[in-house]
């Protein structure tokens, strides 16, 4: 049975995560313009690891064979899943994940893509963020649950933003944990706990009078945000690394 918590990352990080025994997404392949599949040799892959394909930019009708080559690279790797990190929402796009999905599902290997690309699929497993900085985490996540069922996953990564008040956007400015820390002493604000956004918080008033609000979250915060999706019936988690060192009893090595 695969794991229910899959690491993310690249370069140097793999060697530390490896240790956790835990399986690894390599981001290995992308699609090109013109469909030509992109291999990005990797000598660490391990069985029971899962492959990440990309979008490169593609702009006309993927080759058939594309999907078997797919494949063929999970099965060589071992691979017990593939990502398909593709956003854009065009037609060689949406063609190429719904051959794939199919493809995916026929040779019962677990396919993932982005929720913002669940309406192209209706096998693949749909891959949500928890970084929410607006509404319910729990609410967003139960509404994919009821409209995706068992096909939802979520990504488990650590938000540090600063909104300026009123927000713009969904976005805010993103702040290291180094600034945050320092910005707070120099405010002296205090941090609280968000329930609906499973997230810490603090706000301040900035040299020209404007209110800000602070979102971030630390260890404790991931870790409720896995137990409160997991109440909801999510149990495929992808988390990146190193964010994700110490934050689950699971991810201590041996």
Request: glycine share 8%; with cysteine.
């Amino acid at each position: 049975m695969p794991h229910d918590l899959v690491l993310v990352c690249a370069g140097a990080d793999a060697a530390e995560a490896r240790q956790t025994g835990l399986p690894l997404l390599h981001l290995c392949l992308g699609l090109r313009e013109n469909g030509r599949l992109d291999r990005l040799n990797l000598t660490d892959r391990q069985p029971g690891c899962y492959l990440g394909v990309a979008d490169l930019g593609l702009a006309r009708a993927a080759p058939p064979a594309v999907c078997d080559q797919l494949l063929s690279e999970c099965a060589g790797a071992g691979a017990a899943g593939l990502l398909a990190d593709f956003e854009r929402d065009t037609p060689p796009v949406r063609d190429f994940l719904a051959a794939l999905d199919q493809a995916a599902h026929e040779a019962g290997l677990p396919l993932f893509v982005p929720v913002s690309r669940a309406d192209d699929v209706e096998h693949a497993f749909v891959l949500a963020d928890t970084a929410v900085s607006g509404g319910s985490l729990s609410d967003y996540f139960a509404g994919l649950c009821d409209r995706y069922g068992e096909r939802v996953a979520a990504s488990l990564s650590r938000v540090s933003r600063d909104f300026c008040l009123p927000a713009p956007d969904s976005e805010g400015v993103p702040l290291s944990d180094t600034d945050r820390d320092a910005l707070r002493e120099r405010t002296g604000a205090q941090v609280f706990f968000s329930r609906e956004l499973c997230a810490r918080y603090f706000t301040y008033m900035d040299a020209d009078g404007a209110g800000h609000f602070v979102l971030f979250d630390d260890p404790d915060t991931l870790r409720a945000k896995r137990s409160q999706l997991e109440e909801l019936g999510v149990s495929r988690f992808f988390a990146l690394w190193p964010d994700a060192a110490g934050l689950f009893d699971d991810l201590n090595p041996e």
